[in-house]
């Protein structure tokens, strides 16, 4: 029976593995930031749209960087405000409420350039809510990315759509 030098054969094999497996790690560490973000980002949503739902952002006459301001306050400080957009429409019903995906316009320098909407309604108007925020992400390893801008962010979009109480 021969005997083999088995020394080092443990390090080959942890090289062998060791880029697959931390490209793995990565892509999980970036994909739970991402749906932790989402996460907080329909929080904030939800807190902002109750202002215009129960009417006191129109009854105090609430302007469009106000309302950013309060929203903004509410998200954890890893999310820049600066990365953050919103669109506030009015639907006449609930089937004319739009549910496609947003089209994104871009100027020469990859940024956004789309002029969104800031419509509180009155009592009783459906109202359609949508907080946008666009999310740095580092590519990994192997290719990973889940960039889905021209910038190379990420777009992470909270919904809602309510109808507004009578106040």
Do not use: H
């Amino acid at each position: 029976m021969l005997l083999r030098n088995q020394r080092g054969s443990a390090i080959i094999e942890f090289a062998i593995i060791a880029a697959p497996f931390i490209a793995l790690l990565l892509a999980i560490m970036q994909t739970t930031l991402t749906m932790f973000t989402q996460q907080v980002l329909e929080t904030t949503a939800e807190k902002s749209g109750r202002s215009i739902r129960t009417g006191s952002a129109q009854t105090n006459g609430t302007s469009q960087s106000t309302f950013k301001t309060q929203l903004c306050a509410t998200l954890p400080s890893y999310m820049p405000c600066d990365n953050v957009m919103f669109d506030i429409r009015i639907a006449n019903s609930l089937e004319d409420v739009d549910s496609k995906a947003i089209s994104l316009t871009y100027d020469n320098a990859a940024n956004v350039t789309n002029m969104w909407s800031y419509q509180l309604g009155g009592p009783g108007d459906i109202v359609i809510m949508r907080v946008m925020y666009q999310m740095p992400v580092i590519m990994g390893p192997l290719g990973f990315d889940l960039a889905n801008m021209k910038n190379g962010r990420r777009l992470l979009v909270a919904t809602s759509v309510f109808k507004n109480e009578t106040y």
